[in-house]
């Protein structure tokens, strides 16, 4: 036993591991492992002590980069607080009253303008829970009128003083959403801030929320630039209002959406507070009042509608993020979101905070990430990577200018394009979706929602601007498999694609799962010939599976073989018909194979969407013509 207890890997010098994985790597050198990240930051595929950089030895001190309170979540819990939904005043109720039995640590629900349009709804709603729980509410536009009801309700307790959490809104991102900026409603917000300030002592009021960006796409340093420049313009003009700078500093909270990519959202947490921080040194503020809050949520922008199971994985993984980088709130959506959520859910989403707390045990580890050499390197790299871009924003004239202008609207869509183009080219997976996608699966797809306006119809002024999309990375393949399921709706079958299977099963099988997977992504099935050794084979498989595509599956030698002599004989014979092969052949043959009639290779580089697109498209054409003729 104390053999075993003594036993140790040996010591291993970084060369040393640089020349057994360039062994593995077959000639190719280590750097080739590098991958460039959406901030344009170079992530190496090893990283050792040298990448060591000096850092707080503690949470809540120095550049709060490890977090805001000395001993993190073993004296300052972070807020369960799930964004409660509902469609009656009735049902809202009697969900928040149920939600704080089962975990629920906040008041947190969407502010419909329903809740509003009586005096005694929100007081029903809230009841004397507001002297128990904090709130956790983006009001958006319906700020002002909120905060009017809830002070008229408070005060006939006289309990100001009980009233904490946050209900804020940041109407910058509210513009940007809209795509209008209101200079009068801008006026009229400033001032309620200074009047809240004084009702309600212990409540956070002004919100920078970062969430519209990021579903628009913007990578990680866009979000903290932008945030950085919020910040920056909301001190400045309601220092200017009259509050003080270390009443502004109090009333502030960061919202952030948390989103697939594990160490880049807990490095984005942890460089938001250091981009804070700099600032607040900047103006003076003292730093128990400027230290950073942050409420979180799980990102809309990598969820699917297809398969929405696997969404449970995604919001797992992006709360433990969330927790692991040092937030205050935190909500969690459920997996089925984006159709309906139901009551189970809900539950669900509820307990991934509670699993976070009591079975993984993060609310007793102080900082997991602090000390990672990955985790620190990213940080700092991010960090400046954000501060170059809240630099540029300044410089353009700030963060009103640069929605004005589109520059920022424009420099957010060129990362979307680059995610956007990763998922299309299955460089980027999302299971359920791109790969591995269920053709059994039956989906209900989400209906259009009405946006909801908060100045069109409103007494407020405002200037057009364009604005921020709201997407997700799933939407285009979810258009496909939503245009396969309207065309099996219409004409009786699923759109299918023929497989002409070469040779063995060894032979064909490894191209023809690939082209399986491929194609599901689109919501077509293949069709699966058995193995083809001869023409006749191929032809009696098209006359028994009619249908207009068709695609060669087999070894670069079968294709020789017997592929070509075969695709050369079908092209002839049914001329109609649109072949494509699966792989990529050598550059000079590629030509051969095109003029014998291949449309198209179809091999790992190819742009799915596209090539699917086109399938589609032409597919939907061609059965029109047949049932008209």
């Not at 269920?438 to 069109?456: C, G, M, P, R």
């Amino acid at each position: 036993m104390e053999t075993i207890k003594t036993q140790a890997f040996p010591s291993c010098t970084t060369l040393e591991w640089k020349a057994k994985a360039e062994q593995s790597l077959k000639g190719k050198t280590v750097e080739t492992l590098q991958t460039t990240t959406y901030e344009n930051i170079i992530l190496k595929p090893l990283y050792t002590d040298q990448d060591e950089r000096p850092v707080p030895d503690y949470p809540g001190g120095s550049d709060f980069r490890r977090g805001i309170y000395p001993l993190g979540y073993l004296t300052n819990d972070w807020v369960v607080a799930q964004q409660l939904s509902y469609e009656t005043m009735e049902e809202l109720q009697q969900k928040l009253n149920q939600s704080f039995d089962k975990g629920q640590t906040a008041i947190s629900f969407d502010v419909s303008n329903n809740l509003l349009i009586t005096e005694t709804n929100l007081a029903k709603v809230l009841a004397k829970s507001y002297r128990k729980y904090p709130f956790s509410i983006n009001a958006k536009g319906r700020h002002i009128s909120f905060l009017a009801e809830l002070e008229r309700i408070v005060e006939q307790d006289g309990a100001f003083d009980k009233v904490n959490g946050y209900i804020g809104a940041d109407p910058v991102a509210v513009f940007a959403v809209e795509g209008c900026i209101s200079e009068e409603f801008m006026n009229d917000w400033v001032k309620n801030i200074v009047r809240s300030n004084e009702k309600f002592p212990n409540l956070r009021t002004i919100l920078i929320d970062t969430t519209p960006y990021h579903r628009g796409g913007a990578s990680a340093d866009q979000e903290l630039g932008i945030a950085m420049a919020e910040g920056l313009f909301y001190l400045e003009n309601i220092q200017d209002a009259g509050l003080e700078l270390d009443e502004i500093f109090e009333k502030m909270i960061f919202q952030f959406s948390i989103g697939g990519n594990f160490f880049m959202e807990i490095a984005k947490l942890r460089a938001a507070r250091i981009l804070w921080n700099r600032i607040s040194n900047v103006y003076g503020a003292a730093d128990d009042k400027s230290k950073m809050h942050i409420a979180a949520e799980t990102s809309s922008f990598t969820k699917t509608i297809n398969d929405p199971h696997v969404n449970l994985l995604r919001a797992g993984n992006e709360a433990f993020a969330a927790v692991v980088g040092g937030i205050q709130y935190l909500h969690v959506s459920p997996f089925d979101e984006l159709t309906g959520s139901t009551s189970v859910s809900e539950r669900i989403a509820r307990n991934i905070q509670l699993l976070l707390k009591e079975e993984a045990h993060l609310k007793k580890v102080i900082d997991p990430a602090g000390g990672s050499w990955y985790v620190e390197e990213l940080t700092n790299n991010l960090a400046e990577k954000s501060w170059v871009f809240f630099q540029t924003i300044e410089a353009n004239g700030g963060i009103l200018e640069v929605l004005k202008s589109s520059w920022l609207q424009q420099e957010i869509a060129k990362v979307y394009q680059k995610k956007n183009h990763d998922v299309q080219t299955r460089k980027k997976s999302m299971v359920g979706t791109n790969v591995y996608a269920n053709l059994d699966e039956i989906v209900t797809y989400q209906k259009t929602q009405a946006k909801t306006s908060y100045f069109t119809q409103n007494k407020y002024s405002f200037v057009k601007v364009e604005a921020i999309p709201d997407l997700r990375l799933s939407i285009p393949f979810e258009e496909l498999r939503s245009k396969a399921s309207y065309l099996e709706g219409k004409f009786g079958s699923k759109p299918t694609v023929g497989m002409i299977c070469l040779g063995g099963l060894k032979q064909h099988k490894a191209r023809l799962d690939f082209m399986k997977g491929f194609l599901a992504a689109g919501g077509l099935k293949a069709a699966e010939s058995k193995p083809i050794l001869s023409i006749d084979n191929a032809r009696q498989f098209v006359l028994d599976h009619p249908t207009k595509y068709y695609c060669f599956c087999g070894t670069d030698d079968q294709y020789e073989i017997i592929g070509y002599e075969i695709l050369t004989a079908l092209k002839t014979e049914f001329p109609e018909l649109t072949f494509y092969l699966a792989g990529l052949p050598e550059k000079e043959k590629q030509e051969q194979w095109i003029k014998a009639g291949i449309k198209e290779f179809i091999h790992i580089k190819n742009n799915c969407y596209e090539t699917l697109t086109a399938i589609l498209n032409e597919l939907e054409v061609s059965k029109v013509e047949e049932t008209n003729a």
